[in-house]
């Protein structure tokens, strides 16, 4: 009995460890998809979304430089000027555009279209990296033909959600208001307005952003092969642009004041737990279809 019980706990074990990535890649999901209804209702709110991101990379930045430092102090290989330009348009690429684009985007229609619209970017970067000759097509391969299917059912599936529009499904009363938003300002029309076609031009240059920011993020992965250390220097890269973006487009300094409300939830929210579960080279396609069944 003993004997198969320690069989069964061995089992479970072995499962739980080969599931890693799997539960990883979920559980990155789930939080991704959280964090896309934080965006709606932070741009509901009225916060400025350039100054969100600016929280929420110094956030991440002062989380991650210190975990970087002490666990991979020994592995780190010499920092050159190709790595640190790199780091740079990664931070400008993933952070100032993609990022950006991607908030305004929300704002201006909703975190479920947005994360419909993210279907592009695993189809943009294969795309991008078989033109750059960094992957190859190998149609008649099983990989190869998978990607290609996968590619064109996230395009197809992405412009079916962009011009089919259905009947709304209420389940509950809308417009809650759980974490004492700013009344005076609590329109979203009132600094994002709502404007779909452009929400959707929005849409697809961040996709094409994020696609970009991937392409050079796998050329320095193997350049810099440090997980923590390589999204610490990125990080810290998208802080300083970010902050510099913010302080040259908001002059307003009561927009960088932050309460007990959903503006400091949302940027402790993306700055520490977000970049945490984000932890990872690339975004396996799988993840994008979960995240928009949990914004749903």
């Not at 193997?222 to 902050?243: H, N, R």
């Amino acid at each position: 009995m003993k004997l198969r019980n320690r069989r069964s706990c061995k089992r479970l074990c072995t499962l739980l460890n080969e599931s890693k990535p799997v539960l990883g890649m979920v559980l990155a999901s789930i939080v991704g998809a959280v964090l896309n209804i934080l965006y709606k209702l932070i741009a509901i709110d009225g916060m400025n979304i350039r100054i969100f991101i600016a929280y929420r990379l110094i956030i991440a930045t002062a989380f991650l430089v210190p975990l970087a430092y002490v666990v991979e102090r020994n592995k780190r290989p010499k920092l050159t000027w190709i790595i640190l330009l790199q780091a740079f348009m990664c931070g400008l690429f993933g952070v100032i555009l993609s990022l950006n684009l991607v908030m305004e985007s929300i704002a201006m229609v909703s975190a479920t279209f947005s994360a419909a619209m993210s279907n592009l970017v695993p189809a943009i970067t294969f795309i991008m990296a078989v033109c750059l000759r960094m992957e190859k097509l190998a149609i008649k391969t099983v990989p190869g033909a998978s990607k290609v299917v996968g590619s064109l059912v996230g395009i197809g599936g992405a412009m079916v959600f962009t011009l089919y529009k259905g009947a709304m499904i209420q389940i509950w009363p809308s417009h809650p208001d759980p974490f004492h938003m700013n009344k005076s300002i609590s329109s979203s029309h009132a600094n994002h307005p709502s404007n779909p076609a452009l929400g959707s031009i929005l849409a697809v240059i961040g996709c094409f952003c994020g696609a970009t920011w991937y392409i050079i993020q796998g050329k320095m992965s193997k350049t810099y092969p440090c997980v923590l250390s390589c999204t610490a220097l990125v990080s810290a890269m998208g802080t300083i642009q970010s902050v510099i973006l913010a302080l040259c487009t908001e002059r307003d300094w009561s927009q960088w004041k932050l309460g007990w409300n959903i503006r400091l939830l949302g940027v402790a929210y993306a700055g520490f737990l977000r970049k945490l579960a984000g932890l990872r080279p690339t975004a396996p396609m799988p993840q994008q279809a979960i995240c928009l069944v949990g914004v749903s």
